[in-house]
Structures are given as C-alpha cells and as structure tokens.
C-alpha cells in the first residue's frame, strides 16, 4: 500500500507535470472526477431556472470538475495551486477562468460574489504544515472565513474531501462551522471502506428548516453496484487510523514495588533456595543518587 | 482571464483594506466565442461593480460600454451583445494584476493570473 499523496509532498510539487498528466490521463480518476462533481452539484441544490451560475471550483486541478460544470452549462473560476495541473487544463481548453492561488493564504474574491463553490478532493491537502510558516488551523481559518465572505447570502459550498483520520474530518468541519457556516456532513455509502465520500455541505448564514441536509447515499446498508470499483485518488486512501504506532510511553516497565518483591523473595524460599537475602527495612528501597 | 473573474478578483494581502478593483497592464489580448445567454447577463448584473467594470474595459482597450447604466438597458439587445462581448469574450492572455492600494504585482501568464503570496504577506 503506498502512502496518501498528502503525506509524500506539498500539492504544488507533488502535482509536478509528471504527476499531473498521469492524473488527467488516467480514465478511471475522470470517471470518478465526473462523478463526484456531478454528486456534488447534486448536493448545492442550484435553483433549477436553467440560469447559469457563477461557481468557484476550489483545488480545480486539471479542469476535470470544472468541465461537468461547463456540461451543466454553469460559468466557473477554478483555482489550484499546482502549475502544472494548471497548465494542463490550459491544454485540455477548459472553459473556466484558471488561477493560481493557495487557498490556505485565504480567497482574494469581492465580499457576496460568488454563487456556490465546489471543491473535490482539495481540502485536505490544507491539514499539511509543509513548511514552518504553515499552521494548518491557522490555513484551515483563512480558508474557511475568505470562503464565507466571497459567497453570497444563501449559497451553498460543497466540499468533498479525503480526511485521514477521525480528528483531521474534526478539524476541518471545526473551522468551517466556527466562521458561521452551518450545515454538517454527508457522507455517501458510509458502509463501505473503499465507496465512502465525505461531502461537506457549508452554506452561507443560519440554519433554514427549508433547506435540510441532503440525504446520504447507500445509507441503508450500502447497495454500492454502481460504484464498487472506483475510489479515488486509489486504494492508498483508505481512512485509515493513524499509521505511525503511538511512541512508547517513558516509564514503559511497570514500577515493581517492595510488595512485589517481598512475593518474589518468599515464593524463593518456598522453592527451597538457601541463599535468598533476608527481610529488612532496606529491601526494596530506592539507592540514593550518590551511590 | 475574463473581465468577469476580474471583476470578483481582489487583493488578499494581510492589512490591504481596498485591494479592489486591480487595475490592469495588458501585453496581449485575445478573443474567444462564447455563447450568448442574456438570462446570465441579467442575473450577473446586479452582481457586478459597474465602475470597475466600465474602467477595465476601457483599460483593454473597449469604449463602447456606457459609463452609466440602469437595469432597463438589459432589456436592449444591442447594449446585451456589447456587455456580452466584453464581459465573457476577451481575455487578457498576458500582463499583469496591480493592486490599487500596494501596487503589488500579478502577473498574468498564458491567461492564468498567479494570486499566490509571499510569506510575509499573508
């Protein structure tokens, strides 16, 4: 089992042009892309006017999300990190508008401009601190309050991501309520290990009884067919527990103490060894330093 | 990059409290066909900064977007075509972003804007 890209490199040199063309060449991710994109649209919950809507597509990589948003007729501005991915969307001729930009220093977008945003598979990668200026709460904050400003009063933003553990998901859905979003979780086929996909579904303002959280899928015990083959971003990214074993704890030997050792000793006797040292006050008492 | 992305755009360095609207340097510009779809146009437009987006067609080099104008005109299908054209179909390709109030520089490559920031600016 290989290692989760977000523990072998920062995005922008992980996502290297080798990389990034295996990753837009590969038919299994553009099916997959395709479909969490489409799941994802599903989850914002457009009015359904056949208006186009502005959307920010948020980690837009390559422009695979962005072109099922081109299919449902939608205007995007993608952004990612990544040149590489970027310059690959630039050759696959995406119809969105591309920049290059770290999410984690927060979105440089006018207060209320944006309709929706969607982001798959990006989020995560803001859990990282690559280098010493990086903390991730700190990133996660920017994010998720430059994130609240941009969009407009009433819009959704649906996030699918990748956490690596239980207190990762924690963070991130932590920040995002803390700048005001409400909204929770969905999480699809939530039975299966491999089909799992969480979506995080943030919208702007209080909680509205009209709009209630979108139903997961496969809740129900997980009827998968259409899906058991696939997950992205491969097997690697399982949500596993953490992989590194918890560092051996200092005082790792139990203290055996005077009783401990008075058991021992008599236990000795019984057995009939002769040369068993006597019972004083000193047995079992600690030396002193010096000694 | 559309006028309509640099519309939205603004300047996200830490203390800049008027990082809108980012003039424009342009070197190269290009035009591409877009499909016309005056139900987005008028739902855009109550979105949009006139003023910066009357200044930054100008500054590309289109005149004929009115410096005023009124929701009424969307329903004139020349002004619709005009605001259209400027709106969706010319890109800047190469150039450059400035901000208005620390002159920072965003250069524009291959039509992709690079809003990265330094560390000290974040």
């Known amino acids: 089992?290989?290692?989760?890209?977000?523990?072998?490199?920062?995005?922008?040199?992980?996502?290297?042009?080798?990389?990034?063309?295996?990753?837009?060449?590969?038919?299994?991710?553009?099916?997959?892309?395709?479909?969490?994109?489409?799941r994802a649209l599903e989850l914002l919950a457009l009015p359904s006017d056949g208006i186009p809507r502005l959307l920010l597509d948020i980690g837009c990589g390559s422009g695979l999300s962005g072109e099922t948003l081109t299919e449902n007729g939608h205007h995007w501005i993608g952004m990612d990190i990544s040149e590489s991915m970027i310059d690959i969307a630039l050759e696959r001729e995406v119809d969105g508008d591309l920049l290059v930009s770290d999410i984690g220093q927060g979105l440089g977008f006018r207060p209320g401009s944006l309709d929706g945003a969607i982001s798959i598979s990006a989020v995560q990668w803001l859990c990282n601190a690559d280098k010493s200026c990086n903390d991730p709460r700190a990133r996660l904050k920017a994010f998720f309050s430059s994130l609240y400003k941009c969009l407009a009063r009433g819009a959704r933003a649906i996030l699918q991501i990748y956490p690596e553990n239980t207190q990762q998901l924690e963070m991130i859905s932590t920040a995002a309520?803390?700048?005001?979003?409400?909204?929770?979780?969905?999480?699809?086929?939530?039975?299966?290990?491999?089909?799992?996909?969480y979506f995080l579904c943030l919208s702007c303002g209080p909680p509205s009884t009209s709009t209630p959280l979108p139903k997961a899928k496969g809740e129900d015990g997980g009827s998968e067919s259409e899906d058991d083959s696939e997950d992205e971003e491969n097997e690697t990214v399982d949500v596993a527990e953490r992989q590194r074993p918890a560092k051996r704890l200092k005082n790792g030997k139990k203290v055996k103490g005077r009783a401990w050792l008075l058991k021992k000793k008599e236990q000795r006797r019984n057995k009939g060894v002769t040369n068993v040292p006597r019972d004083t006050k000193y047995t079992g008492r600690k030396r002193k330093t010096r000694f | 990059?559309?006028?309509?992305?640099?519309?939205?755009?603004?300047?996200?360095?830490?203390?800049?409290?008027?990082?809108?609207?980012?003039?424009?340097?342009?070197?190269r510009l290009d035009t591409k066909d877009a499909?016309?779809?005056?139900?987005?146009?008028?739902?855009?437009?109550?979105?949009l900064e006139w003023k910066a987006f009357h200044d930054a067609a100008v500054s590309i080099g289109l005149n004929d977007i009115p410096e005023q104008v009124d929701p009424t005109m969307l329903e004139d299908h020349e002004f619709l075509q005009k605001f259209h054209h400027a709106l969706l179909e010319v890109h800047l390709e190469e150039g450059a972003l400035i901000c208005p109030e620390t002159g920072r520089r965003f250069p524009v490559t291959k039509g992709v804007p690079n809003m990265l920031l330094h560390e000290d600016e974040v």
Request: net charge positive; aromatic share 10%; glycine share 6%.
């Open chain 2, 35 to 47: 499909d016309f779809n005056p139900d987005f146009l008028r739902n855009i437009f109550p979105k």
């Open chain 2, 1 to 27: 990059m559309r006028l309509l992305t640099h519309n939205m755009l603004s300047c996200n360095i830490k203390g800049v409290t008027k990082g809108f609207p980012l003039s424009i340097e342009v070197q």
């Open chain 1, 177 to 197: 309520m803390r700048v005001g979003f409400s909204g929770g979780l969905v999480v699809d086929y939530p039975h299966s290990s491999r089909a799992k996909k």
């Open chain 1, 1 to 38: 089992m290989s290692l989760r890209p977000e523990r072998q490199a920062p995005p922008e040199i992980f996502y290297n042009e080798s990389e990034a063309r295996k990753y837009t060449t590969s038919s299994r991710i553009i099916e997959i892309q395709a479909k969490l994109t489409e």
